[in-house]
């Protein structure tokens, strides 16, 4: 798999339902994130957990990172129709120069 | 709020043209990155640059694309010999501190849609 893979790759839920996205990587990372992009959009920077964290919170965002695993998580408590968007995970290496990776991400769909 | 300015937000060439794609990032930001993102697919990487010098690139960055801070706003990426396939939407992005630091996000740009015909 490649560095920074999200599952599931689509997402439908109801309104009001919890959203969970995962992501996974090959790579040691100095810190990983996450993004959201609504269609045909830039990118929205949502959050950044350091290797050092194991989990963070902002607003109805929580992020979990397991580095044994190699792998985080993304909750969106109490989704919103205007949550629908597409869901990154991007990891930061320390390759000697400044490289961030993206993986495919997961399509959520919330249903009003 | 600040943010990362791009122009065009279309552009539509001919195959075999010379394109440059433009960025104004955040002004106290000194680190400057091009991505792209094909149709329905990831965000890839494609350059990242630093100091007036490009810091990592990817393997996509071949001969045919070039990064350039003409002065002390701007950040353009050309490409000099337009492909079908580079028919994607580019992205710019800086940020304050450099990418794989503890403390680095990116600010993306709106992005410029190229269409090679």
């Known amino acids: 798999s490649q560095q920074g893979e999200e599952d599931p790759q689509a997402l439908s839920i109801q309104e009001g339902e919890n959203a969970t996205m995962n992501c996974s990587y090959k790579?040691?990372?100095?810190?990983l994130q996450w993004y959201r992009q609504n269609s045909g959009r830039g990118l929205v920077h949502l959050i950044l957990i350091r290797s050092n964290e194991r989990e963070k919170h902002s607003g109805r965002l929580r992020v979990t990172l397991d580095t044994s695993k190699k792998s985080s998580s993304l909750l969106i408590t109490a989704s919103r129709a205007a949550d629908t968007a597409s869901y990154f995970c991007?990891?930061?290496?320390?390759?000697?120069?400044?490289?961030?990776?993206f993986g495919a991400g997961t399509r959520l769909f919330v249903k009003a | 709020e600040p943010e990362v300015t791009q122009t065009p937000s279309h552009q539509v060439t001919q195959m075999g043209q010379e394109v440059i794609l433009r960025c104004v990032p955040i002004s106290n930001h000194l680190y400057f990155y091009w991505y792209r993102q094909i149709l329905g697919q990831k965000v890839e990487f494609l350059v990242s640059f630093y100091n007036n010098e490009i810091s990592e690139k990817s393997e996509i960055f071949d001969d045919q694309f070039s990064v350039e801070r003409p002065d002390g706003s701007n950040f353009t990426l050309k490409i000099r010999s337009t492909k079908l396939e580079d028919s994607a939407m580019y992205f710019c992005?800086?940020?304050?501190?450099?990418?794989?630091?503890?403390?680095?996000?990116?600010?993306f740009g709106p992005g410029t849609r190229l269409t090679v015909l």
């Open positions: 992005a800086s940020s304050e501190y450099p990418g794989g630091w503890d403390t680095d996000t990116q600010y």
């Open positions: 991007a990891t930061a290496t320390d390759t000697g120069g400044f490289k961030t990776i």
């Open positions: 790579t040691s990372i100095n810190n």
